[in-house]
């Protein structure tokens, strides 16, 4: 069994994290993707975050026709900061020592790997797999890290959840960011404006 963990704020979720998470799984031939949903992202704390509850509501509408995808609601239900260390040893003890587990991040946060919480002891439960992002370019991360993760090359989306809390702000549409369903939510619950 393979299953790779796509983690983040998902403030919203948009299409450069399906593509992300699609293209991991067919290329890499794994068989699940587990969408874990940050519920107090350590690093990020943003004035116009909307509520854990609404960003796990998204990933689930978003995920909603892929049966290869699944959302966890593991870090909502954990009381402190989402620190992803406390995570993948919860996930390792779920799945066992058997199952090839993955994290998937994008080539901006893999820059960032010195601000991780136990980035080493992230590395010794899973396989890193750090996807390619526009104008994030992975030359920059020492080579000795990027030796130690599994580096991914996936369709260059520039997508960001911060410019599409822009454009609601801005009253811009987002249609073909987001999928339509998480248009909707975002709509009806007037998150963002
Ligand atoms: P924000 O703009 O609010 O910082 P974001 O768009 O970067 O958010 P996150 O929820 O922080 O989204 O990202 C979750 C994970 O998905 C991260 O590892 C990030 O690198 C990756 N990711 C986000 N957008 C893209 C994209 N367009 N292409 C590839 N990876 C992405």
């Known amino acids: 069994m393979k299953i790779a963990i796509m983690g983040g704020t998902f403030n919203p979720i948009h299409y450069g994290h399906l593509i992300s998470a699609e293209q991991v799984r067919v290329g890499l031939g794994y068989n699940k993707i587990l969408f874990v949903p940050s519920a107090r992202p350590p690093h990020k704390s943003l004035p116009d975050m909307v ?67 136990d980035f080493d002891g992230v590395l010794e439960q899973c396989t ?45 549409s987002i249609r073909y960011l987001v999928p339509d369903s998480v248009d909707s939510y975002i709509n009806e619950h007037k998150l963002y404006t």
């Open 128 to 172: 890193m797999i750090a996807t390619t992002r526009p104008n994030y370019d992975l030359q920059r991360v020492p080579l000795e890290i990027r030796n130690r993760v599994k580096t991914y090359k996936i369709t260059g989306i520039d997508i960001s959840a911060t410019e599409i809390r822009r454009r609601i702000q801005s009253n811009v």
């Open 51 to 117: 509520s854990a509850e609404h960003r796990y509501q998204m990933v689930m509408l978003a995920t909603a026709d892929n049966s290869y995808f699944e959302v966890s609601r593991i870090e909502l239900e954990r009381e402190g900061p989402s620190y992803t260390i406390q995570t993948i040893k919860t996930l390792r003890k779920m799945y066992g020592p058997s199952t090839n587990l993955a994290w998937i991040i994008g080539a901006d946060s893999l820059i960032e790997y010195k601000i991780w919480k």
